[in-house]
């Protein structure tokens, strides 16, 4: 299913390399390493339980429940286990599914895919570029012109409200234009 992430690409007309992970077989999960590790003991402490449940053992939390499934504050979300940026307020739409939804990245990058065949159906799993936290599942009845959802869960997320940006010696002015455009290829995130 690696066209899909091509198919991506192309659509942003980027010079991007592709990265190993869009190998045919898609299979980017095979315990790979992640540029970001973290011990699961400290996890477990940092981090609730339903945090550690879905980023660390590919959890999904019950729909609904999640304090920002119906978030609407203007900011970026980020991961909640290595704090890279993922997706901007811009983005978040409301599906109707429970879960945070958005239809775009902010960066092409800061998340891998791969298939999921768990519980007998195709999924798309999304992960953290960084870390390799499990975020949720991209799916393809999103709004136009994207038409990508990615359906990610509360747990997997932290919020930086607009206003209180702290992080990253990137994040001028024109971050917040560019960080989905054509500066992203060569921008990295902190480290
Ligand atoms: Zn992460």
Redesign the pocket.
Known sequence: MSGFNLLHLITKSQPVTLKSCSLPSGACRTKKTWP?RFSQEELRKRLTPMQFHVTQERGTESAFTGEFALHKDDGTYT?V??G?QLFSSNTKFDSGSGWPSFFDLMKEESVSVSDDFSYGMHRVEIT?S??G?HLGHLFDDGPKPSGKRYCINSASLAFQAKDTTTTTSSSSSAAEDGAAGSSASDVKTEL
């Open positions: 970001v991961c286990v290595c890279a953290c960084q870390c936290a």
